[in-house]
Protein backbone atom coordinates (compact mmCIF):
# COMPACT_ATOMS: atom_id res chain seq x y z
CA UNK A 1 0.00 0.00 0.00
CA UNK A 2 1.34 3.24 -0.92
CA UNK A 3 2.06 5.92 1.93
CA UNK A 4 -0.54 8.09 2.07
CA UNK A 5 -0.01 12.05 1.48
CA UNK A 6 -0.83 12.59 4.81
CA UNK A 7 -2.03 16.69 5.87
CA UNK A 8 -0.14 18.68 8.66
CA UNK A 9 -2.76 17.44 11.28
CA UNK A 10 -2.91 14.64 13.57
CA UNK A 11 -4.34 11.49 12.19
CA UNK A 12 -8.21 9.87 13.95
CA UNK A 13 -7.66 6.82 15.59
CA UNK A 14 -10.69 4.45 13.95
CA UNK A 15 -11.38 3.33 17.49
CA UNK A 16 -11.89 7.03 18.56
CA UNK A 17 -14.79 7.11 15.85
CA UNK A 18 -16.45 3.97 16.41
CA UNK A 19 -16.58 5.13 20.06
CA UNK A 20 -18.63 8.09 18.92
CA UNK A 21 -22.11 6.99 20.08
CA UNK A 22 -23.93 10.08 18.61
CA UNK A 23 -22.52 8.21 15.25
CA UNK A 24 -23.46 4.71 15.68
CA UNK A 25 -21.10 3.16 13.40
CA UNK A 26 -19.99 -0.28 13.58
CA UNK A 27 -17.30 -2.34 12.00
CA UNK A 28 -18.47 -5.64 10.71
CA UNK A 29 -15.38 -6.89 8.52
CA UNK A 30 -11.41 -6.51 8.34
CA UNK A 31 -8.87 -6.34 11.04
CA UNK A 32 -10.03 -4.88 14.21
CA UNK A 33 -6.35 -2.78 14.58
CA UNK A 34 -6.46 -0.78 17.52
CA UNK A 35 -3.38 1.31 15.65
CA UNK A 36 -5.34 2.03 12.63
CA UNK A 37 -6.19 5.47 12.00
CA UNK A 38 -7.90 7.78 9.30
CA UNK A 39 -6.70 11.04 7.92
CA UNK A 40 -9.94 12.46 6.42
CA UNK A 41 -13.43 11.36 4.99
CA UNK A 42 -14.36 11.05 1.60
CA UNK A 43 -17.79 10.43 -0.63
CA UNK A 44 -17.46 8.70 -3.48
CA UNK A 45 -20.45 6.53 -5.56
CA UNK A 46 -18.01 5.90 -8.48
CA UNK A 47 -17.50 2.19 -9.34
CA UNK A 48 -13.59 2.70 -9.26
CA UNK A 49 -12.29 5.33 -6.52
CA UNK A 50 -8.57 5.03 -6.86
CA UNK A 51 -7.58 7.98 -9.33
CA UNK A 52 -9.92 10.12 -6.88
CA UNK A 53 -8.22 9.05 -3.64
CA UNK A 54 -4.84 10.75 -2.14
CA UNK A 55 -4.24 7.46 0.52
CA UNK A 56 -5.73 7.22 4.03
CA UNK A 57 -8.86 8.41 3.92
CA UNK A 58 -12.98 6.85 5.01
CA UNK A 59 -14.38 6.35 2.19
CA UNK A 60 -18.39 6.78 2.75
CA UNK A 61 -20.61 5.00 -0.26
CA UNK A 62 -24.28 4.42 -0.17
CA UNK A 63 -24.16 1.55 -2.74
CA UNK A 64 -25.64 3.79 -5.80
CA UNK A 65 -22.43 2.21 -8.10
CA UNK A 66 -23.19 -1.14 -7.62
CA UNK A 67 -25.15 -3.06 -9.89
CA UNK A 68 -27.79 -5.50 -9.52
CA UNK A 69 -25.65 -8.56 -10.24
CA UNK A 70 -22.88 -8.06 -8.29
CA UNK A 71 -22.61 -10.66 -6.10
CA UNK A 72 -22.67 -13.02 -8.43
CA UNK A 73 -19.11 -12.03 -10.18
CA UNK A 74 -15.78 -10.31 -9.12
CA UNK A 75 -17.16 -6.61 -8.75
CA UNK A 76 -16.93 -5.86 -4.87
CA UNK A 77 -13.56 -7.75 -5.06
CA UNK A 78 -12.26 -5.63 -8.15
CA UNK A 79 -14.06 -2.63 -6.11
CA UNK A 80 -12.01 -3.60 -2.83
CA UNK A 81 -8.72 -4.12 -4.40
CA UNK A 82 -8.90 -0.63 -5.89
CA UNK A 83 -9.63 0.97 -2.73
CA UNK A 84 -6.43 -0.59 -1.30
CA UNK A 85 -4.35 -0.17 -3.38
CA UNK A 86 -5.08 3.81 -3.43
CA UNK A 87 -4.27 3.65 -0.05
CA UNK A 88 -7.59 3.87 1.35
CA UNK A 89 -7.46 3.40 5.02
CA UNK A 90 -11.00 2.30 5.73
CA UNK A 91 -14.23 2.04 3.97
CA UNK A 92 -18.01 3.12 5.28
CA UNK A 93 -21.10 1.79 3.60
CA UNK A 94 -24.49 3.56 4.24
CA UNK A 95 -27.35 0.94 4.64
CA UNK A 96 -29.64 3.76 3.65
CA UNK A 97 -30.91 4.75 1.04
CA UNK A 98 -30.46 2.49 -1.63
CA UNK A 99 -29.36 -0.96 0.46
CA UNK A 100 -30.84 -1.81 3.38
CA UNK A 101 -28.04 -4.24 4.68
CA UNK A 102 -24.63 -4.56 4.00
CA UNK A 103 -23.80 -7.03 0.38
CA UNK A 104 -22.06 -10.20 2.14
CA UNK A 105 -20.05 -9.94 -1.02
CA UNK A 106 -18.56 -6.64 0.02
CA UNK A 107 -18.06 -8.09 3.39
CA UNK A 108 -16.60 -10.62 2.38
CA UNK A 109 -13.90 -8.99 -0.12
CA UNK A 110 -13.26 -6.23 3.05
CA UNK A 111 -12.59 -9.47 4.85
CA UNK A 112 -10.35 -11.29 1.83
CA UNK A 113 -8.09 -7.94 1.63
CA UNK A 114 -8.39 -6.16 5.25
CA UNK A 115 -10.34 -3.25 5.08
CA UNK A 116 -11.79 -2.07 7.69
CA UNK A 117 -15.46 -1.91 6.64
CA UNK A 118 -18.07 -0.03 8.60
CA UNK A 119 -21.70 0.23 8.70
CA UNK A 120 -23.22 3.90 8.74
CA UNK A 121 -26.84 3.18 10.42
CA UNK A 122 -29.89 4.66 8.51
CA UNK A 123 -29.60 7.58 11.04
CA UNK A 124 -26.29 9.15 10.53
CA UNK A 125 -25.59 11.22 7.41
CA UNK A 126 -22.53 11.18 5.78
CA UNK A 127 -21.44 14.79 6.50
CA UNK A 128 -21.96 13.83 10.34
CA UNK A 129 -19.26 11.21 9.58
CA UNK A 130 -17.06 13.95 7.92
CA UNK A 131 -17.32 16.22 10.42
CA UNK A 132 -16.42 13.94 13.25
CA UNK A 133 -13.50 12.99 11.97
CA UNK A 134 -12.79 17.11 11.28
CA UNK A 135 -13.81 17.52 15.21
CA UNK A 136 -11.45 14.54 16.36
CA UNK A 137 -8.84 16.15 14.49
CA UNK A 138 -8.92 19.38 15.82
CA UNK A 139 -8.56 17.76 19.05
CA UNK A 140 -5.77 16.19 18.28
CA UNK A 141 -3.95 19.07 17.06
CA UNK A 142 -4.95 21.04 19.79
CA UNK A 143 -3.62 18.68 22.12
CA UNK A 144 -0.37 18.25 19.90
CA UNK A 145 0.22 22.11 19.91
CA UNK A 146 0.07 22.01 24.20
CA UNK A 147 2.21 19.06 24.16
CA UNK A 148 4.42 20.38 22.25
CA UNK A 149 4.38 24.37 23.95
CA UNK A 150 4.75 22.51 27.21
CA UNK A 151 7.57 20.81 25.95
CA UNK A 152 8.88 23.65 24.41
CA UNK A 153 9.06 25.84 27.55
CA UNK A 154 10.25 22.91 29.47
CA UNK A 155 13.42 22.61 27.02
CA UNK A 156 14.08 26.27 27.33
CA UNK A 157 14.24 25.80 31.35
CA UNK A 158 16.42 22.92 31.48
CA UNK A 159 18.98 25.10 29.01
CA UNK A 160 19.01 27.04 31.87
CA UNK A 161 20.06 24.83 34.30
CA UNK A 162 23.90 24.42 35.86
CA UNK A 163 23.87 21.64 33.77
CA UNK A 164 21.90 22.83 30.54
CA UNK A 165 23.74 20.01 28.02
CA UNK A 166 22.50 17.05 29.94
CA UNK A 167 19.45 18.51 31.25
CA UNK A 168 18.03 18.90 27.75
CA UNK A 169 19.07 16.10 27.17
CA UNK A 170 16.82 14.66 29.47
CA UNK A 171 13.99 16.30 28.95
CA UNK A 172 13.62 15.31 25.48
CA UNK A 173 14.17 11.98 26.27
CA UNK A 174 11.10 12.13 28.85
CA UNK A 175 9.14 14.12 26.22
CA UNK A 176 9.67 11.74 23.39
CA UNK A 177 9.57 8.31 25.96
CA UNK A 178 13.22 7.06 24.38
CA UNK A 179 16.75 7.88 24.20
CA UNK A 180 18.91 11.25 23.47
CA UNK A 181 22.06 11.15 22.98
CA UNK A 182 24.81 14.63 21.75
CA UNK A 183 27.54 13.21 19.59
CA UNK A 184 30.70 15.55 19.15
CA UNK A 185 32.62 16.09 16.00
CA UNK A 186 34.41 13.27 16.34
CA UNK A 187 31.22 10.84 16.45
CA UNK A 188 31.78 10.01 20.52
CA UNK A 189 28.65 10.60 22.98
CA UNK A 190 29.37 13.37 24.73
CA UNK A 191 26.22 12.86 26.63
CA UNK A 192 23.05 10.94 26.99
CA UNK A 193 20.15 10.43 28.77
CA UNK A 194 16.49 8.43 28.59
CA UNK A 195 16.15 5.03 27.86
CA UNK A 196 18.95 3.03 26.25
CA UNK A 197 18.04 1.80 22.96
CA UNK A 198 19.66 -1.95 21.56
CA UNK A 199 22.98 -2.57 20.04
CA UNK A 200 21.65 -2.83 16.49
CA UNK A 201 19.39 0.53 17.11
CA UNK A 202 22.90 2.24 18.31
CA UNK A 203 24.73 1.70 16.04
CA UNK A 204 22.49 2.29 13.31
CA UNK A 205 22.03 6.03 14.89
CA UNK A 206 25.56 6.53 14.93
CA UNK A 207 25.41 5.19 11.37
CA UNK A 208 22.65 8.41 10.96
CA UNK A 209 24.64 11.18 12.31
CA UNK A 210 27.16 10.50 9.87
CA UNK A 211 24.55 11.58 7.30
CA UNK A 212 23.67 15.09 8.62
CA UNK A 213 28.02 15.69 9.84
CA UNK A 214 28.65 18.87 8.12
CA UNK A 215 30.59 17.62 4.92
CA UNK A 216 30.00 20.70 2.54
CA UNK A 217 26.86 22.18 0.67
CA UNK A 218 23.95 20.01 0.11
CA UNK A 219 24.95 18.25 3.75
CA UNK A 220 21.12 17.82 5.04
CA UNK A 221 20.40 18.92 8.54
CA UNK A 222 18.01 16.04 9.73
CA UNK A 223 17.51 12.95 8.98
CA UNK A 224 15.21 9.64 10.09
CA UNK A 225 15.05 5.60 9.81
CA UNK A 226 12.22 3.87 10.77
CA UNK A 227 12.28 -0.14 12.17
CA UNK A 228 9.49 -2.09 13.08
CA UNK A 229 10.85 -1.43 16.94
CA UNK A 230 12.61 1.63 16.87
CA UNK A 231 12.28 5.32 15.51
CA UNK A 232 15.60 7.08 14.58
CA UNK A 233 16.20 10.51 14.18
CA UNK A 234 19.50 12.80 13.18
CA UNK A 235 19.92 16.38 13.79
CA UNK A 236 23.24 18.78 12.57
CA UNK A 237 23.54 21.27 15.50
CA UNK A 238 23.84 24.70 14.05
CA UNK A 239 26.98 25.86 15.83
CA UNK A 240 28.83 24.36 12.63
CA UNK A 241 31.60 22.60 14.96
CA UNK A 242 30.15 18.97 13.72
CA UNK A 243 28.08 18.41 16.85
CA UNK A 244 24.91 16.11 16.40
CA UNK A 245 21.76 15.42 18.25
CA UNK A 246 20.45 11.82 18.05
CA UNK A 247 17.14 10.57 18.80
CA UNK A 248 15.68 6.64 19.31
CA UNK A 249 12.24 6.19 20.26
CA UNK A 250 9.82 3.51 20.23
CA UNK A 251 7.06 5.45 18.04
CA UNK A 252 7.09 9.07 16.60
CA UNK A 253 3.83 11.26 17.53
CA UNK A 254 3.59 14.75 15.10
CA UNK A 255 5.23 17.08 17.49
CA UNK A 256 8.09 14.34 18.02
CA UNK A 257 10.01 16.51 15.41
CA UNK A 258 9.05 19.87 16.59
CA UNK A 259 10.14 19.10 20.09
CA UNK A 260 13.14 17.56 18.79
CA UNK A 261 14.23 20.42 16.52
CA UNK A 262 13.69 22.73 19.55
CA UNK A 263 16.04 21.11 21.65
CA UNK A 264 18.66 20.83 18.83
CA UNK A 265 18.34 24.38 18.86
CA UNK A 266 19.12 24.88 22.28
CA UNK A 267 21.71 22.45 21.72
CA UNK A 268 23.65 24.78 18.94
CA UNK A 269 23.54 27.16 21.65
CA UNK A 270 25.32 25.25 24.22
CA UNK A 271 27.87 24.24 22.03
CA UNK A 272 28.27 27.15 20.11
CA UNK A 273 31.40 29.81 20.00
CA UNK A 274 31.43 30.57 23.51
CA UNK A 275 31.84 26.71 24.24
CA UNK A 276 34.40 26.07 21.88
CA UNK A 277 37.93 26.28 21.94
CA UNK A 278 38.30 28.48 19.70
CA UNK A 279 36.14 30.98 21.53
CA UNK A 280 38.27 31.06 24.39
CA UNK A 281 41.46 31.08 22.39
CA UNK A 282 39.86 34.26 20.72
CA UNK A 283 38.95 35.53 24.21
CA UNK A 284 42.58 35.07 25.72
CA UNK A 285 44.23 36.32 22.17
CA UNK A 286 42.24 39.72 22.99
CA UNK A 287 42.83 39.68 26.96
CA UNK A 288 46.61 39.41 26.34
CA UNK A 289 46.51 41.85 23.70
CA UNK A 290 44.53 44.50 25.44
CA UNK A 291 47.40 43.96 28.34
CA UNK A 292 50.36 44.64 25.64
CA UNK A 293 51.04 41.16 24.35
CA UNK A 294 52.77 41.65 20.88
CA UNK A 295 50.37 40.84 17.76
CA UNK A 296 53.08 37.92 16.80
CA UNK A 297 52.51 36.57 20.38
CA UNK A 298 48.39 36.05 20.26
CA UNK A 299 48.66 34.90 16.75
CA UNK A 300 49.02 31.43 17.56
CA UNK A 301 46.14 31.75 19.63
CA UNK A 302 44.00 32.36 16.85
CA UNK A 303 44.56 30.18 14.36
CA UNK A 304 47.57 30.49 12.27
CA UNK A 305 51.47 32.09 11.13
CA UNK A 306 50.35 34.03 8.35
CA UNK A 307 47.08 35.85 7.48
CA UNK A 308 45.47 38.21 4.84
CA UNK A 309 43.24 40.94 5.41
CA UNK A 310 40.15 41.31 3.59
CA UNK A 311 38.29 44.81 3.37
CA UNK A 312 34.75 44.39 2.02
CA UNK A 313 31.90 47.08 1.17
CA UNK A 314 27.82 46.15 0.63
CA UNK A 315 27.49 46.72 -3.18
CA UNK A 316 23.97 48.41 -1.96
CA UNK A 317 24.20 52.18 -0.72
CA UNK A 318 23.22 50.67 2.69
CA UNK A 319 26.16 50.51 5.30
CA UNK A 320 26.79 47.01 6.10
CA UNK A 321 25.66 45.26 9.84
CA UNK A 322 26.71 42.85 12.31
CA UNK A 323 24.16 39.91 10.86
CA UNK A 324 25.42 40.63 7.68
CA UNK A 325 29.39 41.18 8.56
CA UNK A 326 29.37 37.97 10.44
CA UNK A 327 27.54 35.77 7.49
CA UNK A 328 30.73 37.57 5.27
CA UNK A 329 32.81 36.23 7.78
CA UNK A 330 31.44 32.96 7.95
CA UNK A 331 31.39 32.85 4.08
CA UNK A 332 34.94 33.59 4.08
CA UNK A 333 35.67 31.40 6.91
CA UNK A 334 36.75 33.61 9.86
CA UNK A 335 34.99 34.96 12.67
CA UNK A 336 37.34 37.48 13.09
CA UNK A 337 35.32 40.39 11.85
CA UNK A 338 35.64 44.22 12.53
CA UNK A 339 32.21 45.88 11.40
CA UNK A 340 33.35 50.09 10.78
CA UNK A 341 30.99 52.57 9.37
CA UNK A 342 31.55 51.77 5.86
CA UNK A 343 33.87 48.87 5.87
CA UNK A 344 33.94 45.45 6.92
CA UNK A 345 37.24 44.18 7.60
CA UNK A 346 38.07 40.74 8.19
CA UNK A 347 41.17 38.92 9.14
CA UNK A 348 41.57 35.30 7.85
CA UNK A 349 44.26 32.39 8.28
CA UNK A 350 46.35 32.65 4.90
CA UNK A 351 45.40 29.16 2.76
CA UNK A 352 42.52 28.88 -0.12
CA UNK A 353 42.38 31.75 -1.70
CA UNK A 354 39.25 33.62 -0.64
CA UNK A 355 36.32 34.10 -3.19
CA UNK A 356 34.22 36.57 -4.55
CA UNK A 357 31.27 37.16 -2.35
CA UNK A 358 28.16 37.84 -3.98
CA UNK A 359 26.74 41.27 -3.34
CA UNK A 360 30.34 42.55 -1.70
CA UNK A 361 33.00 44.21 -2.76
CA UNK A 362 36.32 42.59 -1.67
CA UNK A 363 40.12 43.98 -1.58
CA UNK A 364 42.22 41.56 -0.34
CA UNK A 365 45.79 42.10 1.05
CA UNK A 366 48.94 39.67 0.23
CA UNK A 367 50.11 37.15 3.01
CA UNK A 368 51.78 38.72 6.05
CA UNK A 369 52.86 37.83 9.30
CA UNK A 370 51.39 39.12 12.57
CA UNK A 371 54.30 41.98 12.39
CA UNK A 372 53.16 43.18 8.82
CA UNK A 373 49.26 43.29 9.70
CA UNK A 374 48.84 46.82 10.27
CA UNK A 375 50.53 47.13 6.23
CA UNK A 376 48.72 44.38 5.38
CA UNK A 377 45.44 46.01 6.58
CA UNK A 378 46.47 49.19 4.21
CA UNK A 379 47.13 46.92 1.25
CA UNK A 380 43.27 45.48 1.51
CA UNK A 381 42.56 49.19 1.52
CA UNK A 382 44.10 50.14 -1.85
CA UNK A 383 42.88 46.79 -3.31
CA UNK A 384 39.21 47.51 -2.18
CA UNK A 385 39.54 51.07 -3.66
CA UNK A 386 40.88 49.70 -6.87
CA UNK A 387 37.88 46.78 -7.29
CA UNK A 388 35.19 49.51 -6.73
CA UNK A 389 36.87 51.88 -9.56
CA UNK A 390 37.13 49.15 -11.57
CA UNK A 391 33.42 47.38 -10.21
CA UNK A 392 35.48 44.07 -9.99
CA UNK A 393 34.06 41.83 -7.67
CA UNK A 394 37.56 41.07 -5.76
CA UNK A 395 40.55 42.49 -6.79
CA UNK A 396 43.78 41.28 -4.81
CA UNK A 397 47.05 43.44 -3.48
CA UNK A 398 49.98 42.92 -6.27
CA UNK A 399 52.68 41.01 -4.07
CA UNK A 400 54.93 39.42 -6.69
CA UNK A 401 58.40 40.15 -7.14
CA UNK A 402 59.05 43.50 -9.11
CA UNK A 403 62.47 45.47 -9.63
CA UNK A 404 61.36 47.93 -7.02
CA UNK A 405 62.77 45.13 -4.73
CA UNK A 406 66.13 45.06 -5.86
CA UNK A 407 66.38 48.61 -4.23
CA UNK A 408 67.05 47.70 -0.72
CA UNK A 409 64.14 48.71 1.70
CA UNK A 410 65.34 51.44 3.19
CA UNK A 411 66.65 53.75 1.09
CA UNK A 412 63.73 52.71 -0.96
CA UNK A 413 61.69 54.29 1.28
CA UNK A 414 64.27 57.34 2.46
CA UNK A 415 63.71 58.07 -1.41
CA UNK A 416 60.13 58.08 -1.10
CA UNK A 417 59.45 60.38 1.58
CA UNK A 418 61.60 62.84 0.43
CA UNK A 419 59.94 62.87 -3.15
CA UNK A 420 56.65 62.86 -1.68
CA UNK A 421 57.70 65.31 1.13
CA UNK A 422 55.50 68.46 0.04
CA UNK A 423 52.30 66.46 -0.37
CA UNK A 424 49.72 66.58 1.89
CA UNK A 425 47.86 62.73 3.05
CA UNK A 426 44.66 63.26 1.29
CA UNK A 427 47.15 64.24 -1.99
CA UNK A 428 49.26 61.44 -1.95
CA UNK A 429 46.28 59.47 -1.17
CA UNK A 430 44.39 60.75 -4.73
CA UNK A 431 47.64 60.84 -6.60
CA UNK A 432 47.97 56.94 -6.15
CA UNK A 433 44.81 55.98 -6.93
CA UNK A 434 44.76 58.18 -10.15
CA UNK A 435 47.99 56.63 -11.16
CA UNK A 436 46.44 53.12 -10.70
CA UNK A 437 43.84 53.83 -12.83
CA UNK A 438 46.12 55.05 -15.57
CA UNK A 439 44.63 58.56 -15.00
CA UNK A 440 41.51 58.00 -15.51
CA UNK A 441 39.26 61.07 -13.83
CA UNK A 442 36.28 59.61 -13.76
CA UNK A 443 36.82 56.22 -12.28
CA UNK A 444 39.73 57.78 -9.33
CA UNK A 445 36.60 60.02 -8.38
CA UNK A 446 34.64 56.77 -8.03
CA UNK A 447 36.81 55.35 -5.90
CA UNK A 448 38.01 57.86 -3.71
CA UNK A 449 33.82 59.43 -3.39
CA UNK A 450 34.62 62.90 -4.48
CA UNK A 451 33.68 64.70 -8.03
CA UNK A 452 36.02 64.26 -10.68
CA UNK A 453 36.68 68.30 -10.72
CA UNK A 454 37.99 67.72 -7.49
CA UNK A 455 40.08 64.94 -8.85
CA UNK A 456 41.67 67.44 -11.29
CA UNK A 457 41.91 69.91 -8.65
CA UNK A 458 44.24 67.81 -6.27
CA UNK A 459 46.51 66.19 -9.25
CA UNK A 460 46.93 69.85 -10.30
CA UNK A 461 48.41 70.50 -6.88
CA UNK A 462 50.26 67.76 -7.10
CA UNK A 463 52.15 68.93 -10.34
CA UNK A 464 53.03 72.29 -8.46
CA UNK A 465 54.20 71.13 -5.58
CA UNK A 466 56.44 68.33 -7.10
CA UNK A 467 57.12 70.21 -9.76
CA UNK A 468 57.28 67.87 -12.54
CA UNK A 469 55.46 66.74 -15.61
CA UNK A 470 53.14 64.03 -14.76
CA UNK A 471 52.01 63.17 -18.16
CA UNK A 472 55.60 61.99 -18.07
CA UNK A 473 55.92 58.03 -18.05
CA UNK A 474 59.07 58.42 -16.51
CA UNK A 475 57.80 60.84 -13.40
CA UNK A 476 54.74 58.35 -13.13
CA UNK A 477 56.97 55.62 -13.04
CA UNK A 478 59.39 57.06 -10.26
CA UNK A 479 55.75 58.30 -8.32
CA UNK A 480 54.17 54.69 -8.49
CA UNK A 481 57.60 53.19 -6.66
CA UNK A 482 57.48 55.67 -3.98
CA UNK A 483 53.70 55.71 -3.34
CA UNK A 484 54.23 51.56 -2.98
CA UNK A 485 56.41 52.11 0.11
CA UNK A 486 53.81 51.39 2.90
Not at 372 to 388: H, K, S, Y
Amino acid sequence: MPDPAVPPTPPVPLAALLAREDLGLRQIAGPADPSAVVHWAHTSEMADPYPYLLGGELLLTAGVHIPEAAGSGTYFDDYVSRIVAAGGAALGFGVAPVHDTVPRALVAACDSYELPLLEVPPRTTFSAVARAVWQLMAQARHAELRRVTEAQQSLAAAASRPDPVPSVLRQLAQRVGGWAVLYGPDGVEVAAAGRQVGRAAREALTGLTEVVRPSGPGTPTSASHATADVHLAAYSLGAGHGFVLGVAAPQRDPGDHTIASVAAVLLSLLTGEHQSGSGAARSSALVRLLLGAPAQDVAPLLGGEQWVVVHARPDTLTAPDPVAASALGAALGSPLVDVAREVVRVLLPAGPEPAPQPGWTLGVSAVAGPREWAAADVQAGRALARARATRAGLVRYGARPALADLVPEADAEAHARALLAPLAPALTETLRTWLSLHGSWDRTAVALDVHRNTVRQRIAKCTALLERDLDDPDVRMELWFALRRP
